[in-house]
């Protein structure tokens, strides 16, 4: 049995959020903070059953919940995303930025174009993905010491992307919402949907 996919959340205006989880989205069902649904998927999950009435209890999940009140700070809607390896890879969608070839996870690695070592920052637009042979020749010098051509630019992930990235079970309608919301520069924008949750 597969795990119910997580729930997109966002804010009363219809921005991106996160994503929780089932439980998450019943908690916000029962606490009354839930402003609008949308999205063609709905999940039913039952729960125990009143004495009183022999009745069983179930809440039904949209796949898209707007949150309302305070629940969702709107300076956090606006945070650079964390960096992170996994979502660095997706974003460049496994690819070498010298070389060009596609790599499993596993031999790939992260590498700062201005190096650390010469006052380079761990930041989104200071890094790409590169396998370890040309992150090796690279060594410590920039593309342009090292004569290797960076093959395409590192950017920052808006909220919306990124939330492509970090979720591999995403639905369609929920990648169909979230892509409204990219920019037309991103490389998620070739994503495919997972084929488990099709």
Same mark, same amino acid.
């Given at each position: 049995?597969?795990?119910?996919?997580?729930i997109?959340?966002?804010?009363?205006?219809?921005?991106?959020?996160?994503?929780?989880?089932?439980?998450?989205?019943?908690?916000?069902?029962?606490? *009354?903070?839930?402003?609008?649904?949308?999205?063609?998927?709905?999940?039913?999950?039952?729960?125990?059953? *009143?004495?009183?009435?022999?009745?069983?209890?179930?809440?039904?999940?949209?796949?898209?919940?707007?949150?309302?009140?305070?629940?969702?700070?709107?300076?956090?809607?606006?945070?650079?995303?964390?960096?992170?390896?996994?979502?660095?890879?997706h974003?460049?969608?496994?690819?070498?930025?010298?070389?060009?070839?596609?790599?499993?996870?596993?031999?790939?690695?992260?590498?700062?174009?201005?190096?650390?070592?010469?006052?380079?920052?761990?930041?989104?637009?200071?890094?790409?993905?590169?396998?370890?042979?040309?992150?090796?020749?690279?060594?410590?010098?920039?593309?342009?010491?090292?004569?290797?051509?960076?093959?395409?630019?590192?950017?920052?992930?808006?909220?919306?992307?990124?939330?492509?990235?970090c979720?591999?079970?995403?639905?369609?309608d929920?990648?169909?919402?979230?892509?409204?919301?990219?920019?037309?520069?991103?490389?998620?924008?070739?994503?495919?949907?997972?084929?488990?949750?099709?």
């Amino acid at each position: 049995m597969t795990a119910p996919p997580l729930i997109l959340t966002l804010d009363m205006h219809g921005v991106p959020h996160r994503w929780v989880t089932w439980q998450h989205a019943c908690f916000y069902y029962a606490k *009354n903070q839930v402003a609008w649904a949308i999205g063609d998927a709905n999940f039913t999950f039952r729960g125990g059953m *009143n004495r009183c009435t022999g009745e069983r209890s179930w809440i039904t999940t949209n796949s898209i919940i707007a949150i309302k009140g305070k629940a969702l700070a709107s300076k956090s809607l606006f945070q650079v995303p964390p960096l992170d390896n996994r979502e660095l890879f997706h974003r460049d969608r496994h690819i070498c930025a010298y070389c060009g070839n596609e790599f499993s996870t596993q031999r790939l690695t992260r590498d700062h174009v201005v190096p650390v070592s010469q006052g380079g920052d761990d930041i989104w637009m200071n890094v790409v993905t590169a396998c370890r042979s040309c992150n090796q020749h690279k060594s410590g010098r920039t593309p342009e010491q090292a004569e290797m051509q960076l093959l395409y630019a590192p950017y920052v992930p808006n909220k919306a992307e990124y939330l492509i990235l970090c979720n591999r079970q995403i639905l369609h309608d929920q990648m169909d919402f979230l892509a409204r919301h990219v920019p037309q520069h991103s490389r998620t924008k070739r994503r495919k949907v997972s084929s488990e949750t099709r």
